[in-house]
């Protein structure tokens, strides 16, 4: 089980035979601290190789970006190959075979023309609740005014403390 954030954009593939393969860098961290003794024990990022199939792959391909938290589960997969140069080069990787998604979904985005009629459609219903409120805001402030006008004004005390500030 491994919780960490994508380090970049999936790379999507498909086989010959139609199947859907992903891979994805995920960057897990340890926090630092310090231990009983003192010493301090620095912040620690480890990289891991993910590997997706079929259905899963898609569905990274479609909603897993570069930043978002995923939370998996997989088996631990070793191989080695030679490369360009001829040197056996050995990979440790994540088959996954359970993931969630653990970055909130953002809205989805909508067209140009969807976007001005609900820009015009906004705009006509903020207008009439700001006329409704000024129309409240000048009853209210009508009543205010006869409020003030019976009441008596007090004169001001320079040496009371306005403010509750403790020094």
């Given at each position: 089980m491994l919780i960490g954030n994508v380090g970049q954009e999936p790379t999507v593939r498909y086989l010959s035979n139609g199947t859907c393969v992903a891979s994805v860098r995920l960057a897990t961290t340890d926090r630092a601290y310090t231990t009983r003794d003192g010493v301090q024990i620095p912040e620690h990022s480890e990289w891991h190789s993910l590997i997706f199939w079929d259905k899963q792959a898609e569905t990274v391909e479609k909603y897993v970006h570069k930043g978002d938290k995923l939370f998996v589960e997989g088996k631990i997969q070793t191989r080695s190959y030679d490369d360009r140069q001829g040197m056996r080069r050995t990979v440790v990787e994540i088959l996954v075979n359970n993931m969630e998604m653990l970055t909130p979904k953002t809205t989805p985005q909508v067209t140009q023309g969807a976007q001005n009629s609900q820009s015009a459609?906004?705009?006509?219903?903020?207008?009439?609740?700001?006329?409704?409120?000024?129309?409240?805001?000048?009853?209210?402030?009508?009543?205010?005014?006869?409020?003030?006008?019976?009441?008596?004004?007090?004169?001001?005390?320079?040496?009371?403390?306005?403010?509750?500030?403790p020094f």
């Open positions: 459609q906004s705009y006509q219903n903020n207008q009439g609740a700001q006329n409704s409120q000024n129309n409240q805001g000048a009853q209210n402030s009508q009543s205010a005014q006869r409020s003030a006008a019976a009441m008596p004004v007090q004169p001001s005390n320079p040496n009371v403390a306005t403010d509750d500030a």
